[in-house]
């Protein structure tokens, strides 16, 4: 159940996804490791003072620029993205005419299918609302239009093993390029292998994942997905050559300089 928490509190948006977490936790849509994943990740906004950096928002315009230009671009979710920023993600779907597939860790048919059903009514939700500045086609279509895929996984991520190794062929299986925020590092680097741009949303610059995505945008999900909404629709020039491993050096020092501050 929700807890009210009063508007004047500080970290009340903190607080309310902490609460979504619990409340998934509690309907059995999420693993007991999610608190685990969740907990980190607060530590390390903590410590990148709970906004987006100025080089989370390179990475971010980088992401647009390639989801953009994909031919088959695929948006990969777990339980805590849906919980956190499932309507955000339905946004970006729409605008890039792209699928959402449910890809779990530990998957059970109940967690996939419990998550799946989020992800409809937040598509209702989201095809009510008025269109994003910039979008010029018909939202509701859009909208209605965004693929909930993962339910009958008909495919296998190479170089894995087991039921984390399952997608969907129309998804992740034949996809160009996919966004897949807090995602584990060996299914990362399997995604890499198999010669996808792989762009990574983590709070951990120091995770395997965000050490070998194609782009890490070392931010929190749902504030990086509103961003990158508006980078999409927006006429982004051209970055030339990416250097990966440079947004995760300053995402490290301005991790060292908020020592500075006390
Ligand atoms: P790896 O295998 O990549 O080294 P890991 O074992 O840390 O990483 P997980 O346990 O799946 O992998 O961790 C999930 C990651 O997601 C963590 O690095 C955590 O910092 C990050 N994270 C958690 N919540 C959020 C959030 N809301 N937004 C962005 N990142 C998050
Ligand atoms: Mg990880």
Known sequence: ??????????????????????????????????????????????????????SARLAIEEAARRLKRAKKPVISVNGNTV?????????????????????????TPERVNGLLSILSSDKKDVARE????????????????????????????????????LCTSNGIGECDTILV????????EALVMSGKEVIVVDLNPLSRSSIGATVTIVDEISRAADILLKEILSDGENSGKWDNNEVIRRALSTIADSMNTI
């Open 1 to 54: 159940m929700m807890v009210e928490i009063p508007d004047s509190h500080p970290r009340k948006h903190s607080l309310m996804s902490r609460q979504r977490i619990v409340d998934g936790l509690a309907k059995g849509i999420l693993a007991d490791s999610a608190m685990i994943a969740h907990g980190r990740g607060e530590a390390f906004d903590y410590l990148l003072g709970e906004k987006t950096t100025d």
């Open 83 to 107: 919980v956190l920023a499932g309507k955000e993600l339905i946004r970006v779907a729409a605008v890039l005419s792209c699928p959402i597939e449910v890809n779990l860790y530990y998957r």
């Open 130 to 165: 008025l269109k994003p500045e910039g979008f010029d086609r018909e939202w509701v279509a859009a909208v209605e239009s965004v693929e909930l895929l993962g339910e009958n996984p008909d495919a296998q991520i190479e170089g894995l093993e087991g039921p984390r190794s």
């Open 181 to 188: 925020p807090l995602e584990d590092g060996d299914r990362c």
